[in-house]
């Protein structure tokens, strides 16, 4: 789990880990044990599906573009999907455990701009840019503590905020180059893609997680959810590419999310 990292690293991720795992419990012990009265006579289970866009990036240059082969590349992020099914289990009315099961798309961009190409939209035009991306798409396990600010409020919406880790498996990753392509006598470039392999990926990474959601009280309600997370561990194995070249960066991401709880199951 922890393999390509220094002694000092790996002390410093898991103090992290501990003291965050320590300030969830102690906050939630103590939420459980002033409201403990509240507890409804029928806790019941919310189960859902969620979607919505994820944009990531890494916190350093890697590869080729921390060389500056690239100068006219500026850092990106990468806009992707994630699709999965939320689950959210009430301890009181006031707090709650959340697990999530989420494909997630992740990683990185470098973007150029493409002087000799100009995009109509119907808003005008606007300018073409060349894209370099790194791919890294996950199954991701997110494991929160859930604050509910609206617990005693009669308002029909309820209003949580949380945080938590999320454990990542890398499914597959590779590299994307999106450019124009105007050769010839025709005033319309064509938009072109070549893809690479992505190698050196760890394999499993893990996050922090800081978010909120909005949602119905009603059983079937939609919901609204919103979060940043950042990498715990490095996001490639080796440290430096074989030419040299830098590939120690962590990833942040930010997402946003909708979706229906489904049903809710009696206790």
């Given at each position: 789990?922890?393999?390509?990292?220094?002694?000092?690293?790996?002390?410093?991720?898991?103090?992290?880990?501990?003291?965050?795992?320590?300030?969830?419990?102690?906050?939630?012990?103590?939420?459980?044990?002033?409201?403990?009265?509240?507890?409804?006579?029928?806790?019941?289970?919310?189960?859902?599906?969620?979607?919505?866009?994820?944009?990531?990036?890494?916190?350093?240059?890697?590869?080729?573009?921390?060389?500056?082969?690239?100068?006219?590349?500026?850092?990106?992020?990468?806009?992707?999907?994630?699709?999965?099914?939320?689950?959210?289990?009430?301890?009181?009315?006031?707090?709650?455990?959340?697990?999530?099961?989420?494909?997630?798309?992740?990683?990185?961009?470098?973007?150029?701009?493409?002087?000799?190409?100009?995009?109509?939209?119907?808003?005008?035009?606007?300018?073409?840019?060349?894209?370099?991306?790194?791919?890294?798409?996950?199954?991701?396990?997110?494991?929160?503590?859930?604050?509910?600010?609206?617990?005693?409020?009669?308002?029909?919406?309820?209003?949580?905020?949380?945080?938590?880790?999320?454990?990542?498996?890398?499914?597959?990753?590779?590299?994307?180059?999106?450019?124009?392509?105007?050769?010839?006598?025709?005033?319309?470039?064509?938009?072109?893609?070549?893809?690479?392999?992505?190698?050196?990926?760890?394999?499993?990474n893990i996050s922090t997680v800081a978010g909120f959601e909005v949602t119905g009280k009603k059983e079937g309600?939609?919901?609204?959810?919103?979060?940043?997370?950042?990498?715990?561990l490095p996001v490639f194995q080796q440290t430096t590419s074989p030419e040299g070249y830098n590939m120690k960066?962590?990833?942040?991401?930010?997402?946003?999310?909708?979706?229906?709880?489904?049903?809710?199951?009696?206790?």
């Amino acid at each position: 789990m922890f393999q390509h990292l220094s002694i000092t690293e790996t002390i410093q991720i898991c103090n992290a880990m501990l003291k965050m795992l320590s300030f969830f419990l102690l906050l939630s012990l103590s939420i459980i044990c002033k409201t403990q009265a509240q507890v409804p006579p029928s806790t019941k289970l919310k189960i859902g599906f969620k979607t919505g866009l994820s944009l990531s990036s890494f916190t350093n240059d890697v590869s080729v573009f921390e060389k500056g082969n690239y100068a006219n590349f500026e850092r990106y992020f990468r806009i992707a999907s994630l699709v999965g099914v939320i689950a959210k289990y009430p301890v009181v009315p006031s707090f709650s455990w959340g697990a999530e099961v989420l494909y997630t798309g992740r990683g990185a961009a470098y973007r150029q701009e493409n002087g000799s190409v100009v995009i109509i939209t119907n808003q005008g035009a606007e300018k073409a840019y060349n894209y370099f991306k790194f791919n890294i798409n996950y199954l991701e396990l997110p494991l929160t503590a859930n604050f509910n600010l609206s617990a005693n409020s009669s308002n029909k919406t309820s209003f949580y905020i949380y945080g938590g880790l999320a454990p990542a498996i890398a499914l597959n990753s590779k590299t994307a180059y999106h450019s124009y392509d105007n050769k010839g006598s025709s005033p319309i470039a064509n938009n072109t893609t070549e893809s690479g392999e992505l190698e050196g990926v760890r394999t499993f990474n893990i996050s922090t997680v800081a978010g909120f959601e909005v949602t119905g009280k009603k059983e079937g309600s939609f919901f609204i959810n919103g979060r940043i997370s950042n990498s715990l561990l490095p996001v490639f194995q080796q440290t430096t590419s074989p030419e040299g070249y830098n590939m120690k960066t962590g990833m942040w991401t930010a997402t946003l999310g909708i979706g229906i709880y489904l049903r809710v199951s009696s206790k």
